[in-house]
């Protein structure tokens, strides 16, 4: 069974960092580009970030670029999101999802399209 898993959500003051993580089973994360998307409540899903399966390219919304870092782990099947100076708009469920037949090992999608598999999700809350 092919499963995405987000982990490391929580509550943290403006200003301050969490790091979430991806993990895969059933599939070889390597092979996959993967993108992060997040919703706030009563907000329609938005990119927030993706990497290419090659790990070569990433990509940034402009909301989140010079604060947040994607980066992955091919040998531990994970990718993670590094968000640092966090602000209270950044207030969300995280998602991460996995295109596992991307088109170019050097490209990744801000569309939801090419995604194939989704987590479930993990809450975001930045307030003081």
């Known amino acids: 069974q092919l499963q995405l898993v987000e982990s490391g959500g929580g509550l943290v003051q403006p200003g301050g960092s969490l790091r979430l993580s991806c993990a895969a089973s059933g599939f070889t994360l390597g092979n996959s580009a993967i993108g992060w998307f997040r919703q706030a409540p009563g907000k329609e899903r938005e990119w927030v970030s993706c990497i290419s399966s090659s790990g070569g390219s990433t990509n940034y919304a402009d909301s989140v670029k010079g604060r947040f870092t994607i980066s992955r782990d091919n040998a531990k099947n994970t990718v993670y999101l590094q968000m640092n100076s966090l602000k209270p708009e950044d207030t969300a469920v995280y998602y991460c999802?996995?295109?596992?037949?991307?088109?170019?090992?050097?490209?990744?999608?801000?569309?939801?399209?090419?995604?194939?598999?989704w987590g479930q999700g993990t809450q975001v809350t930045v307030s003081s």
């Open positions: 999802a996995a295109d596992i037949r991307p088109v170019w090992s050097g490209s990744c999608s801000y569309r939801d399209r090419p995604y194939d598999y």
